[in-house]
DNA sequence: CAAACACTTAACCATTTGGTTAAGTATAGG
DNA sequence: CCTATACTTAACCAAATGGTTAAGTGTTTG
């Protein structure tokens, strides 16, 4: 039986699994945004938006900061490193298994 | 309003945000199992993990074929490329940004 | 050919997800 | 101070997710 040692890549990879998820960390590379400045562009209340938000933000890809009435969303760009390493490493370890069965094949000859 | 373009991306990182199912692709990478293989070292049914295995099919992520009474699963190497990518080029767009905004502050002095 | 094996299908279940509406709270502006 | 703005909270909803059990189907194997 094998537990979940990673629960931080579940969150981030699960949070960009969802279009407007990915949508709104494109958006934010533009710089700032509001909420509703976030909701505009999708047919999406404020109430929707603000659930992206917070999963966005669990992921650690989001960060957010309340100023007078307004709650502004900026970038965490470390984030997307942590599921760019496991991909590398995954398939760094693909390749190593591939090259070890060519050699094996070669030797075979 | 902003539809969803990418599907294909929906299913990938939304196989990966899963525990067992990232650990399956990394077993997979020690070649071809069975899917009672794949099942043994977690605490779950066969049935379970055929449900994993689907929605790694429908990512791209996995290949299966029936051979007698045995489905085998193997790796489908290219998939994982294409979520690297949208990483890669939503980094490098995050990058591009905080380059102009230094250089921006930079010659505001 | 009978039984064991490896999967498959179907039905069900609790929880999570992605969304809504409606009624709040708190700040800004006139 | 009153009102509009911008978010927040709560309650609700349908569908999807991640799992199960139970009863199949199709292939070895003795």
Same mark, same amino acid.
């Given at each position: 039986?094998?537990?979940?040692?990673?629960?931080?890549?579940?969150?981030?990879?699960?949070? $960009?699994?969802?279009?407007?998820? =990915?949508?709104?960390?494109?958006?934010?590379?533009?710089?700032?945004?509001?909420?509703?400045? &976030?909701?505009?562009?999708?047919? !999406? *209340?404020?109430?929707? /938006? /603000?659930?992206?938000?917070? !999963? $966005?933000? @669990?992921?650690? $890809?989001?960060? %957010? @900061?309340?100023?007078? =009435? *307004? =709650?502004?969303?900026?970038?965490?760009?470390?984030a &997307?490193?942590?599921?760019? =390493?496991? !991909?590398?490493? %995954?398939?760094?370890?693909? *390749?190593?298994r $591939?090259?070890?069965?060519? %050699?094996?094949?070669?030797?075979?000859?």
């Open positions: 039986m094998v537990k979940c040692l990673e629960p931080q890549l579940d969150r981030l990879f699960g949070a $960009l699994g969802e279009p407007v998820r =990915r949508a709104v960390v494109r958006d934010l590379a533009l710089g700032e945004k509001s909420l509703s400045e &976030l909701a505009e562009p999708f047919d !999406i *209340t404020l109430p929707g /938006m /603000m659930k992206h938000v917070a !999963i $966005l933000e @669990e992921a650690g $890809l989001v960060m %957010t @900061e309340k100023r007078g =009435r *307004t =709650r502004f969303c900026r970038l965490e760009p470390e &997307l490193s942590h599921a760019q =390493r496991w !991909i590398e490493e %995954t398939t760094s370890f693909w *390749t190593k $591939l090259e070890a069965l060519a %050699t094996y094949l070669e030797e075979e000859n």
